[in-house]
């Protein structure tokens, strides 16, 4: 849903050429390489459990920075905020699949591993088809909101998990 109005909110709204929105995204792919980098130290330090829930809830409110953003300098600002949501991304689900092939047995791998990829990334395209409908009621601006929103409080379903304070994997704790 954010993802589907932030080109159109970054061309639009801010007047963005394409080597402006080409910055902005590449700054959320150095975000993602970060997140990559750093994911396996925040996992032993934190913890699986508590990284699962905690990313989304400390990394996802940045991105309400972009629908705050202007022509300018705001831009930049924004631009590291999504760079934050991309390292958080990346950090949560290094995570969540470290979590997920740990306690699922061997012969299941292939079962768990498929339906983890289908619920997540069936939902993409019914994302973007909602962002695209909320943006031509709403605005992108609006919309934008309503997905940093959306995307802070996705932490609250893991918050409830019974894995929530797992520190470490089964295996790690051998």
Same mark, same amino acid.
């Not at 991309?86 to 012969?107: H, I």
């Not at 591993?113 to 619920?119: D, G, K, L, N, P």
């Given at each position: 849903m954010y993802q589907t109005m932030l080109l159109v909110f970054l061309e639009r709204e801010l007047g963005l050429e394409a080597f402006g929105i080409g910055l902005v995204l590449s700054g959320m792919g150095c975000g993602a390489l970060l997140g990559a980098l750093s994911a396996t130290g925040i996992s032993r330090r934190v913890g699986h459990g508590p990284v699962i829930w905690l990313a989304p809830l400390v990394t996802?409110?940045?991105? @309400?920075?972009?629908? /705050?953003?202007r022509p300018g300098w705001s *831009?930049?600002?924004?631009?590291?905020? %999504? @760079?934050?949501?991309? /390292?958080?991304?990346?950090?949560?689900? *290094?995570?969540?699949?470290?979590?997920? %092939? @740990?306690?699922?047995?061997?012969?299941l791998l292939g079962r768990m591993?498929?339906?983890?990829?289908?619920?997540s990334w069936g939902g993409l395209p019914l994302g973007a088809l909602l962002g695209g409908a909320s943006g031509s009621v709403f605005g992108a601006t609006a919309t934008l909101w309503i997905g940093a929103a959306g995307m802070t409080l996705s932490f609250l379903p893991n918050s409830l998990s019974p894995l929530r304070t797992m520190r470490a994997l089964p295996?790690?704790?051998a």
């Open positions: 996802c409110p940045p991105t @309400a920075l972009m629908p /705050l953003a *831009v930049c600002v924004a631009a590291i905020g %999504l @760079a934050v949501l991309s /390292l958080g991304g990346v950090v949560r689900v *290094v995570a969540q699949s470290s979590v997920q %092939l @740990a306690l699922t047995p061997d012969r591993s498929a339906t983890a990829r289908c619920v295996a790690d704790e």
